[in-house]
């Protein structure tokens, strides 16, 4: 006598979605990402991104505050699609598949909706995606009005940026321009430019932001500030290094400077 055997669960088409985010390429022509777990999930929802689909699983999600998200966003008529505890951790990409997840879209804002009222943070380029996510997570909890980004090499929706954000990315404002956009609109709303350079012979507590709104700018890992960054700063500024490494790490260097500017407009 032959074992019965259960069918395999079908698989969602979502999935393969899923799996194509995992591509800049797709991301960018479809306006959509991938969020992945309780943390991330919520926070989305708390700051009003648009939900595309949610994918759970009622095996694996052990949150109540996700489950009922889940429903609420249901009943405004978004996707929600359940899948097996096996489906799911096909698409996970964490340590520990929670059992959520949703395609959400991107989020910019143009540079000319970007306010003064509280410093900016400025990036050329980043390899790293760890390190985006770092300061993108720390110019959230230093209270940075907005994130401008001068070219396309950097992807702040990347999955690994996303996750390293720890939620942080969901409260900035992102902003795409380029150089020359970036520096019509500093001249014309009066930002000071205050670019991070080794080279520079100014120490960071130097840092005049009191006589109005300023930007710290930053370079990639490796080959620091362009010549048209340099060029959009009224000064650069140096942090000190006492020991035998050559550089900090960006993600460090930043952190300080924008909790520099913490300190002199609150203490």
Not at 1 to 21: F, K, S, Y
Not at 171 to 200: C, I, M, Q, Y
Not at 238 to 244: D, K, N, Q, T, V
């Amino acid at each position: 006598m032959h074992e019965r055997t259960q069918p395999a669960a079908p698989v969602p088409p979502i999935l393969a979605r899923i799996r194509a985010l995992a591509h800049r390429k797709v991301r960018d022509s479809s306006g959509l990402f991938w969020v992945e777990g309780v943390r991330q999930f919520v926070q989305a929802f708390d700051a009003d991104y648009l939900f595309d689909t949610i994918v759970f699983s009622r095996v694996l999600l052990k949150s109540d505050l996700a489950e009922m998200l889940v429903r609420r966003l249901g009943a405004r008529g978004v996707r929600r699609v359940a899948v097996t505890p096996e489906q799911f951790r096909s698409v996970s990409t964490t340590e520990r598949a929670s059992g959520i997840g949703a395609v959400v879209r991107q989020r910019w804002t143009p540079l000319g909706d970007v306010p003064v009222d509280r410093p900016l943070l400025v990036i050329e380029s980043l390899r790293s995606a760890g390190n985006l996510g770092t300061i993108l997570r720390t110019a959230e909890a230093t209270g940075v009005g907005a994130v401008v980004f001068l070219s396309a090499a950097c992807d702040p929706f990347d999955p690994a940026v996303v996750r390293a954000s720890m939620g942080g990315i969901f409260h900035l404002r992102l902003v795409p321009t380029d150089h020359a956009n970036f520096a019509g609109w500093a001249a014309k709303r009066g930002v000071a430019v205050v670019g991070l350079s080794p080279e520079a012979p100014r120490l960071w507590t130097e840092v005049d932001c009191a006589a109005g709104p300023v930007a710290v700018l930053i370079g990639e890992e490796r080959g620091g500030l362009t010549p048209g960054g340099r060029a959009l700063c009224g000064q650069t500024v140096r942090l000190p290094m006492c020991g035998r490494a050559d550089s900090l790490n960006v993600g460090v260097a930043a952190g300080v400077m924008l909790y520099e500017l913490v300190r002199k407009r609150f203490f």
